[in-house]
T-cell receptor, first 115, second 117 residues
Framework: AQKVTQAQTEISVVEKEDVTLDCVYE???????LFWYKQPPSGELVFLIR??????QNEISGRYSWNFQKSTSSFNFTITASQVVDSAVYFC????????????FGSGTRLQVQP | GAVVSQHPSWVICKSGTSVKIECRSL??????MFWYRQFPKQSLMLMAT?????????EQGVEKDKFLINHASLTLSTLTVTSAHPEDSSFYIC?????????????FGPGTRLTVL
């Protein structure tokens, strides 16, 4: 069975602060995908990143960066110089690479960026 | 690219009526679509996997007679909530999996907020 844990329920920061959202996962699969999605107040889930289990390179996209560490089963997400528009719920998710490839979501972390 | 639409975006209905929600992949073909349900301040729970031209696969605990899913074409899946009751009120979100190199990424629709009075 797969499981994704996002221990931080809610985080509040002041604009321009850096913030890291934690994600820990469990799976018996040797190959899998990890994802991060953003859900702003409008409700639509926005795809941010997909990471293949065999690719442990960190990734940076603008103010966003992701740190994947297979040894600790973690896939953390850092926002640098946060902005008010970053306020949203962020979900980490895991999927198998074969079969239905359904997503298992974490419980989400609500990020509030204060001006 | 990879745009998924849902219609309607919100619906209010009386108890006992049926409601149909459409999910469309606008610029790609989706052999597989997924339906999720999300309660306020909670995570997304997978309800069913919808495959074009075949019966949907429902998750444990999801009533297939209550939540009818039809995936009639490569760009359209529908979810019908039959004989809706107040406990069915929720945010329903669909996703579609794109083919090609990004075949394992699900793109989500904007969601449908259902309120049953």
């Amino acid at each position: 069975a797969q499981k994704v844990t996002q221990a931080q329920t809610e985080i509040s920061v002041v604009e321009k602060e850096d913030v890291t959202l934690d994600c820990v996962y469990e799976t018996r699969d040797t190959t899998y995908y990890l994802f991060w999605y953003k859900q702003p107040p409008s409700g639509e889930l926005v795809f941010l990143i997909r990471r293949n289990s065999f690719d442990e390179q960190n990734e940076i996209s603008g103010r966003y960066s992701w740190n994947f560490q297979k040894s600790t089963s973690s896939f953390n997400f850092t926002i640098t110089a946060s902005q008010v528009v970053d306020s949203a719920v962020y979900f980490c998710a895991l999927s198998e690479k074969t079969g239905r490839r359904a997503l298992t979501f974490g419980s989400g972390t609500r990020l509030q960026v204060q001006p | 690219g990879a745009v998924v639409s849902q219609h309607p975006s919100w619906v209010i209905c009386k108890s006992g009526t049926s409601v149909k929600i459409e999910c469309r992949s606008l610029d790609f073909q989706a052999t597989t679509m997924f339906w999720y349900r999300q309660f306020p301040k909670q995570s997304l729970m997978l309800m069913a996997t919808s495959n074009e031209g075949s019966k949907a696969t429902y998750e444990q605990g999801v009533e297939k007679d209550k939540f009818l899913i039809n995936h009639a074409s490569l760009t359209l899946s529908t979810l019908t909530v039959t004989s809706a009751h107040p406990e069915d009120s929720s945010f329903y979100i669909c996703s579609a999996r794109e083919g090609g190199l990004a075949a394992d990424t699900q793109y989500f629709g904007p969601g449908t907020r259902l309120t049953v009075l």
